[in-house]
C-alpha cells in the first residue's frame, strides 16, 4: 500500500510573507492615487519651480510654509524640514495652482522630520470636484 503524500513531503521553496510596509509615505496605504507637483505643473503648463503649501497651527501660534510633493481630493504630502507637526494633530492648510485657492482643515496622518502627510477635513464640495477633476484630466490627457 502506497503512502498518501503529505505537506511535509513537497520540497519547501523557502517563501516568506510579506511584511506590511513600514515607510509612512507608501503609496500603497493611501485609498487613491494622488498627483504629484510636476504633474500638477504640467497640466497647466506652469514652470513656477515648487508649488507652497501653507500650514497653521492656531493653538501653537504656528505659520509655516511647506513644498507640495502631491495631492488629491483627499489628502496631500508636502516637504516641511524641521517641523513641529505632530500625527494626529489638527491644522490649516492651503495652497494655489493655477488661479484655484484651496483651503482647508487637515488631519496630520504620517510625519517623519521633513515630510507631512495630511487627510482633509470636511474640504469645500467645490473643491473635492475640482482636485477629482484633475485625476481624470491628467487620465484622459494620457489616452489621447
Given at each position: 500500500m502506497e503512502k498518501k503524500p503529505s505537506w511535509d513531503d513537497i520540497p519547501s521553496l523557502h517563501l516568506e510573507?510579506?511584511?506590511?510596509?513600514?515607510?509612512a509615505t507608501s503609496s500603497e496605504k493611501r485609498a487613491y492615487?494622488?498627483?504629484s507637483t510636476q504633474e500638477v505643473q504640467?497640466?497647466?503648463r506652469e514652470n513656477v519651480g515648487v508649488?507652497?503649501?501653507h500650514v497653521a497651527?492656531?493653538?501653537?501660534q504656528l505659520k509655516q510654509k511647506g513644498v507640495l510633493r502631491d495631492i488629491n481630493h483627499?489628502?496631500?504630502?508636502f516637504i516641511m524640514p524641521a517641523h513641529?507637526?505632530?500625527?494626529?494633530?489638527?491644522?490649516?492648510i492651503g495652497t494655489v495652482f493655477n488661479q484655484f485657492v484651496f483651503k482647508t482643515k487637515a488631519e496630520v496622518r504620517w510625519r517623519t522630520n521633513d515630510q507631512v502627510g495630511v487627510k482633509f477635513i470636511d474640504p469645500k464640495k467645490d473643491d473635492v470636484t475640482y482636485l477629482s477633476e484633475l485625476?481624470?484630466?491628467?487620465?484622459?490627457?494620457?489616452l489621447k
Amino acid at each position: 500500500m502506497e503512502k498518501k503524500p503529505s505537506w511535509d513531503d513537497i520540497p519547501s521553496l523557502h517563501l516568506e510573507l510579506d511584511e506590511e510596509p513600514t515607510d509612512a509615505t507608501s503609496s500603497e496605504k493611501r485609498a487613491y492615487p494622488r498627483l504629484s507637483t510636476q504633474e500638477v505643473q504640467e497640466m497647466f503648463r506652469e514652470n513656477v519651480g515648487v508649488l507652497f503649501v501653507h500650514v497653521a497651527v492656531k493653538n501653537r501660534q504656528l505659520k509655516q510654509k511647506g513644498v507640495l510633493r502631491d495631492i488629491n481630493h483627499t489628502g496631500m504630502s508636502f516637504i516641511m524640514p524641521a517641523h513641529p507637526l505632530k500625527q494626529g494633530e489638527i491644522i490649516r492648510i492651503g495652497t494655489v495652482f493655477n488661479q484655484f485657492v484651496f483651503k482647508t482643515k487637515a488631519e496630520v496622518r504620517w510625519r517623519t522630520n521633513d515630510q507631512v502627510g495630511v487627510k482633509f477635513i470636511d474640504p469645500k464640495k467645490d473643491d473635492v470636484t475640482y482636485l477629482s477633476e484633475l485625476y481624470a484630466a491628467k487620465i484622459l490627457n494620457k489616452l489621447k
